[in-house]
């Protein structure tokens, strides 16, 4: 299902996501981001970007619906889809700081990126190889 990027499944997530967008708080970049996240337990959980006057406080839109998706009870394990929208020509992938923050929830997460006209189908663990995690502390 998630591995189709033209699956009818993908639907509520993208509204989520370009909903999200149209919140975005960007008056410094004017790159208006959004993001959904799917959860095991059926949720669909947008964010959008968050810039502040001092810069590096600023919030990608994937970090802000993950930090909803936990607070709505998401646990390690538990994401089971991602989008990322953008309103330009390049499709945006998540930054490294999101991915990092994204695969403590999910190893094997469908990341889909689309803009207005065209979807490209990521897998997480692609994205961020070899990957940090919390194994490594042990
Ligand atoms: N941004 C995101 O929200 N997600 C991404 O995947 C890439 C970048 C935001 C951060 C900043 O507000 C703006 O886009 C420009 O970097």
């Not at 669909?44 to 802000?64: F, K």
């Not at 994401?79 to 923050?101: I, M, Y």
């Amino acid at each position: 299902m998630y591995d189709d990027p033209h699956s009818p499944a993908w639907t509520p997530l993208l509204e989520a996501a370009w909903k999200a967008r149209d919140c975005a708080h960007a008056p410094y970049s004017r790159f208006q981001v959004g993001a959904a996240l799917l959860t095991a337990g059926g949720e669909v959980i947008g964010g959008c970007n968050v810039e502040n006057a001092a810069y590096p406080v600023s919030l990608c839109a994937e970090r802000g619906a993950l930090s909803a998706a936990v607070a709505a009870g998401l646990r390690p394990g538990g994401l089971v889809a991602a989008v990322v929208v953008t309103d330009v020509a390049e499709l945006t992938p998540p930054c490294g700081a999101c991915r990092q923050a994204l695969i403590e929830f999910a190893g094997h997460l469908p990341v889909l990126l689309a803009n207005r006209h065209t979807r490209q189908l990521h897998r997480l663990e692609d994205l961020l190889p070899h990957s940090f995690t919390g194994g490594h502390l042990r």
